[in-house]
């Protein structure tokens, strides 16, 4: 069930119809009193649609003649609010009673400072009056879709991403992938955004559709509208030919905007009308086109702190924010290396017409002491360096198949520095980890050669590989 608060009688009516016609039980309550009475007594509540501004009854007679609209009726005044209080504090209440509701705001174009509080404070999503019944309808089915108890992860099919340390961001890409919601995914240079962006597109009811790759640091703001939205021959000085924009080009699959941080704030608030209001017009056009695209975002920036320093604007991060994938760097998921190495090994024999080598357990063990700046771009460019270096192979021995050592992989290494134990800190560390970073850092001293390492830890070789099993070396 929808729940729609609106104190305009004719608004309530009018997406009581809509929403009845595409298959909704509604109910309807004009003031926030009521909208709070409904959730806290009706289970069956999934979703509140309402207002942000609200009219109050004032007592007195002063407003009267203020100049702000009030209406007088007998001796009482009725004047709109137009600050959101109300609204803000009627969500606040619907997430203290029922925190598992979505809540989806509508506002005024100009208001939409109050939508971004509403934001804040818990929203799922805003829509802008006057609402386009599409986009109110997609909005609506995709925060019940995503907050759905039914909802179920589906496994994600001949998926090129390697290793086990995903699994829970994995889970989350097959649980929104089948809805429209617009993913933000976040996480330093090299660490597989675009990998998790084609896995939503793959998972998506938009698979069979394109999916359009923009790189936005690319795109200078003079040329921003002419690349996304296209132009008309004509339209400015070098337009000698009409050009199809990206948006256009995505047309019923996914449009993935990587590097959104590097957007000048010109091209930002641009794209923001396009993402709220699905609508553009192609330069040197007058007709308004409608988009249909889902949106995917990437960025190795902090926007949380590029909105605080108001280089980013609040009111874009919150559209494009609605589900939020961090991936965490290469050094945080070193159990994943022993895979990722034997993927790029495979794949780099295929590429190259070799035979098949693969990497000694001394080498594993040296690439997991690196810290990887360039995260798995970088891991994949150094097996494939070292492996094209080394080659040609020699013939493997019967029975017996090609490593690479760790002597191998060492001169082709532009990250010098291994991770080592912090020389700060020390007190709080706990002995597992003073062990795990001794080890680590005796392994990268040693390059690899566990004989040694073995030796100066004064330990045995066999108790060595158990504790690099223990701490995941």
């Known amino acids: 069930m929808i729940l729609v608060?609106?104190?305009?009688?004719?608004?309530?009516?009018?997406?009581?119809l809509i929403l009845e016609r595409n298959g909704y039980d509604v109910a309807l309550a004009e003031e926030p009193k009521q909208a709070v009475k409904i959730v806290r007594s009706t289970p069956a509540v999934d979703l509140v649609l309402m207002d942000m501004n609200f009219w109050?009854?004032?007592s007195h007679e002063s407003s009267l003649s203020n100049g702000r609209g009030a209406t007088k009726v007998g001796k009482a005044s009725y004047a709109r609010a137009t600050n959101g209080e109300e609204g803000l504090t009627l969500l606040k209440q619907v997430k203290v009673f029922r925190p598992e509701i979505s809540v989806i705001l509508m506002t005024a174009w100009g208001s939409i400072d109050l939508a971004v509080q509403g934001m804040r404070a818990g929203a799922f999503d805003f829509i802008t009056k006057p609402w386009d019944n599409g986009v109110l309808l997609e909005r609506i089915e995709t925060a019940i879709k995503i907050h759905s108890k039914s909802t179920t992860s589906r496994p994600i099919q001949n998926?090129?991403?390697?290793?086990?340390?995903?699994?829970?961001?994995?889970?989350?890409?097959?649980?929104?992938?089948?809805?429209?919601a617009p993913v933000l995914i976040t996480g330093e240079s090299g660490t597989g955004k675009e990998l998790i962006a084609e896995a939503i597109h793959r998972q998506s009811q938009r698979a069979n559709g394109p999916f359009v790759k923009v790189n936005l640091g690319g795109i200078s703001t003079s040329l921003f509208e002419s690349e996304m939205f296209g132009h008309k021959k004509g339209a400015f000085t070098d337009a000698k030919e009409d050009r199809i924009g990206r948006f256009e080009m995505a047309r019923g699959g996914t449009i993935f905007l990587d590097e959104i941080g590097e957007l000048s704030m010109a091209s930002q608030v641009k794209l923001l009308r396009v993402l709220q209001d699905q609508t553009y017009e192609v330069l040197g056009d007058s007709e308004t086109r409608r988009t249909d695209?889902?949106?995917?975002?990437?960025?190795?920036?902090?926007?949380?702190a590029m909105v605080e320093e108001h280089t980013f604007r609040e009111d874009l991060f919150y559209r494009i924010n609605l589900i939020h994938l961090q991936l965490p760097p290469l050094r945080e998921r070193r159990e994943d290396i022993p895979l990722l190495v034997e993927h790029f090994l495979r794949q780099a024999c295929a590429?190259?017409?070799?035979?098949?080598?693969?990497?000694?357990?001394?080498?594993?063990?040296?690439?997991?002491t690196l810290p990887f700046p360039g995260n798995i771009r970088e891991l994949k460019n150094l097996v494939e360096r070292t492996l094209l270096m080394k080659s040609p192979l020699p013939a493997p021995v019967s029975g017996k198949e090609n490593l690479l050592t760790a002597a191998d992989f060492q001169p082709n290494c532009m990250t010098t520095q291994a991770i080592l134990p912090r020389e700060d800190g020390v007190e709080g560390a706990s002995l597992s980890s003073l062990e795990r970073s001794a080890i680590a850092a005796c392994i990268a001293k040693h390059g690899g050669n566990l004989s040694l390492v073995a030796k100066e830890l004064g330990i045995s070789r066999g108790a060595l590989y158990r504790k690099i099993e223990k701490h995941g070396l």
């Open 351 to 368: 590429d190259n017409q070799l035979p098949f080598v693969s990497a000694s357990p001394e080498a594993i063990a040296y690439l997991q």
């Open 159 to 180: 998926s090129p991403i390697v290793g086990t340390s995903l699994a829970g961001i994995l889970s989350t890409v097959s649980r929104v992938a089948p809805t429209n």
């Open 5 to 16: 608060v609106d104190d305009d009688k004719t608004i309530r009516l009018s997406l009581k």
């Open 293 to 304: 695209v889902r949106v995917v975002c990437a960025t190795n920036a902090d926007l949380k």
């Open 56 to 58: 109050s009854n004032e």
